[in-house]
C-alpha cells in the first residue's frame, strides 16, 4: 500500500506538469505559423523577412521550414489531401495551375485593394503576374521573384583557346565556332548541352521564332517549325565531341562540370549560382556570365513572341496560403507584407 501511495502521488504530481508541457505551444498566446520552402540556401532570406514582420506583429511566430524538391511536393499534395497544409508556402509556376483550379490555394487578387487597386499592376511584372495567376484570370498567390537563364562561361578557357569572350551579339554560329576551337586548344567541352526545359532546348526554341504554348495556353507547339528548328539545334550539338553526350550528365551535373573545369561554358540559373560560388571558391576570378546567344535567321510565325532570335525562360515564384486554412486571414496578412516594398528589397 505504502508503494502504491507513493506512484499514486508521484501522478498526482506529474499530471499538471505534462499538462504544461502540452499547452506551452498555445500558452504564450501566440499565432504559431509553418512557412513551408523547398531551398535551404534561402532559408536566411526568408527568415529575415519573417523576423521584419514578427518585429511588427510580436503576436505571431513563423516556422520557416525547408526541405528538398522532391520532398516538398511529395508533402504539399498529402497534406491539401487531408486539409493540412502549411500556413504559408512557395507555390512554383508548373504547379500553380493543378493547386488553384482543384481550389485548394486562396485568392488573392484583392489582397492589396485598400492600398491600391492597381498595386499587382504598378509593382510587379507581367511575367510575376502571370506565373502567379490560375486558369480563371485570378491571382493565387503574391509574385515572390524572377529568375533568369544565363550563359556561363571560363574565361581561362577562352584565354588559352585565343577565343574572345561572348558579347551581345553573339549567334548560335559563335557558340559553335568557340566550343570547336577550345576543345580542340584544350581537349575540354565546349559548350555542354544538357536536356533541360527551362535552362536548354526552350530557350533556343524561341529564339528560332517557335513557341512552346500558344498565347492563350491551351495548346502545345512542339510542332511549330520554330519550335523544332530549335530544339534541333540544341539536341544535335550533343552529338559533336565538344558536348558531353547525356550518358555523362546522368552522372555528373552540368554546374559541377564546369565548376570543376570540365567544360567552357554551360546554361544556368540565377538562383543556383549562389550556391556554386559557396562550393567552388577555387572558381573565383575565372568565370564569367553573358546574354544567351541569338538565332540569326528566325522562323515568323503568328504565335511566336516578337523577338530578334534573343530568348530566355523567365520563372518565377509566389507565396500562396490554403484557401480553407485554419489560420487564413493571418497568413494572407502575411504573405501580404512579403509582397511590400520592404519585404522584397530584404
Known sequence: ??????????????????????????ADKKTHLTFQIWDVYQRPGMQAICDAYTAKHP???????????????????????????????????NQLLYYAD?????????????????????????????NASG???????VPKDKDNGLLVYNKEMFDAADVPYPTDDWTWEDLVDASRKIHDETGKYGFMAYNDDQLGYW?????????????DRTKAGYTNPGTVKGI????????????????????????????SEEGAMYLEGNWNLPQLMENYPKMRGKWDLAKLPR?????????????????????????????HGKKRDIALDVIKFFGSEEAQRI
Open 135 to 141: 486558369s480563371d484570370g485570378r491571382l493565387y498567390g
Open 203 to 215: 530557350c533556343f526554341a524561341y529564339q528560332a521564332g517557335g513557341h512552346i504554348l500558344t498565347a
Open 1 to 26: 500500500m505504502r508503494k502504491l501511495s507513493r506512484m499514486a502521488a508521484v501522478i498526482l504530481v506529474l499530471i499538471p506538469l505534462l499538462s504544461l508541457i502540452g499547452c506551452s505551444s498555445s
Open 232 to 259: 534541333e539545334f540544341y539536341v544535335n550539338m550533343q552529338k559533336e565531341d565538344w558536348c558531353p553526350d547525356q550518358t555523362y550528365f546522368a552522372e555528373t551535373a552540368p554546374g559541377t562540370a564546369f565548376f
Open 295 to 323: 538565332c540569326a535567321d528566325t522562323i515568323e510565325d503568328s504565335e511566336s513572341l516578337d523577338q530578334d532570335g534573343r530568348a530566355t525562360m523567365s520563372n518565377g515564384l509566389c507565396y500562396s496560403t490554403a484557401a
Open 102 to 130: 482543384f481550389g485548394m490555394l486562396a485568392d488573392v487578387t484583392d489582397l492589396y485593394d485598400d492600398v491600391d487597386p492597381n498595386y499587382y499592376e504598378e509593382h510587379f511584372s507581367e511575367i510575376s503576374r502571370s
Open 59 to 93: 503576436d505571431v511566430v513563423i516556422d520557416v521550414q525547408a526541405t528538398s524538391w522532391s520532398e516538398y511536393w511529395t508533402k504539399l499534395e498529402a497534406s491539401g489531401e487531408s486539409n493540412t497544409m502549411p500556413d504559408i508556402f512557395w507555390m512554383h509556376t
